[in-house]
């Protein structure tokens, strides 16, 4: 399938049904809470009346399902080789927060046939009549497959937290994401946020001294969401593998979710954040390959 289909599809999507809102969350290292960001700010939206779908596109773990407690059936391999619908392969969580598992199948995506392909688009597209928001939970660090999730991306949320380390791989993704060759700066709007900080100005303090370099060596515009606090009830939620802006509402990490998802909901409308959809963010990907 050339691109002048693959547009014909993604215009066909626009004309018949609204686009979804495609979230990308990611990390320059593991380990920072990052697919703990995911599930609690789809929770928040989810609270604030839209509907949201996860997309686990960390290869080689399964944090998404883990922390949900639930196991998929079917996974994106099975849309692609099985014969599975979109709506098959969708496990439905808590508060009826759906997620799919990627698994291997979205690299495998760039062998296919054309026709395939398009059959293949299609069926992502339908996402958008599914959700009002969809997060894609990427891997953590600068692999060429979390780069190009990241490239295809309008919108991205950059988690990192006061270690050293996280500072500086967070600095290195960026890096890398300017380096590359497809990466367009004037339509990818990044946002960080500031995990298990001691308190709200240590989380601006972070965000400063990692955007100091970044607006030095990079050019690449960013901006901060906001902080989330450390916060035992968290932790406590995630050992028993229930999302905290669910198990405690009420705690201090809860409520800085639901002011970042309030925020981002609130930028939507003042800053108005263009709509891709998924088959023109499926598409971005497979063309650069």
């Not at 290292?29 to 779908?53: D, E, H, P, Y």
């Not at 990692?210 to 606090?229: C, D, E």
Request: proline share 4%; charged share 20%.
């Amino acid at each position: 399938m050339d691109q002048a289909q693959q547009l014909r599809i993604i215009k066909a999507n626009r004309q018949t049904r609204p686009l979804a809102r495609v979230i990308t969350v990611t990390s320059g290292k593991g380990g920072v809470g990052k697919s703990n960001t995911a599930i609690n700010l789809a929770i928040q939206f989810k609270k604030m009346g839209k509907r949201v779908i996860i997309l686990d596109a960390d290869f080689g773990l399964a944090n998404i399902e883990i922390m949900f407690g639930a196991v998929p059936k079917f996974n994106l391999c099975d849309l692609i080789y099985q014969g599975k619908n979109i709506k098959e392969i969708i496990t439905w969580g808590p508060m009826d927060v759906g997620f799919i598992s990627g698994g291997s199948g979205i690299a495998g995506m760039a062998n296919l046939g054309r026709d395939y392909l398009g059959y293949i688009i299609q069926n992502l597209a339908e996402l958008d009549a599914l959700a009002d928001i969809i997060i894609v939970d990427t891997g953590a660090g600068i692999a060429e497959a979390v780069l190009e999730f990241l490239v295809a991306s309008g919108e991205i949320l950059l988690v990192t937290t006061p270690e050293p380390t996280s500072i500086t791989d967070s600095y290195s993704l960026l890096k890398a994401l300017y380096r590359h060759p497809r990466f367009n700066e004037a339509t990818t709007k990044v946002k960080m946020i500031a995990n298990r900080v001691e308190k709200e100005e240590s989380g601006q303090m972070l965000y400063n001294k990692l955007n100091a370099v970044v607006s030095r060596y990079l050019k690449i515009p960013m901006t901060f969401l906001g902080s989330v606090p450390q916060d035992i009830q968290l932790s406590r939620a995630v050992m028993q593998q229930v999302p905290v802006s669910m198990q405690h509402p009420e705690a201090k990490s809860s409520r800085a979710y639901e002011e970042i998802a309030g925020k981002l909901l609130g930028r939507e409308e003042t800053e108005k954040q263009p709509k891709r959809g998924m088959a023109a963010f499926f598409s971005h990907m497979i063309n650069g390959r």
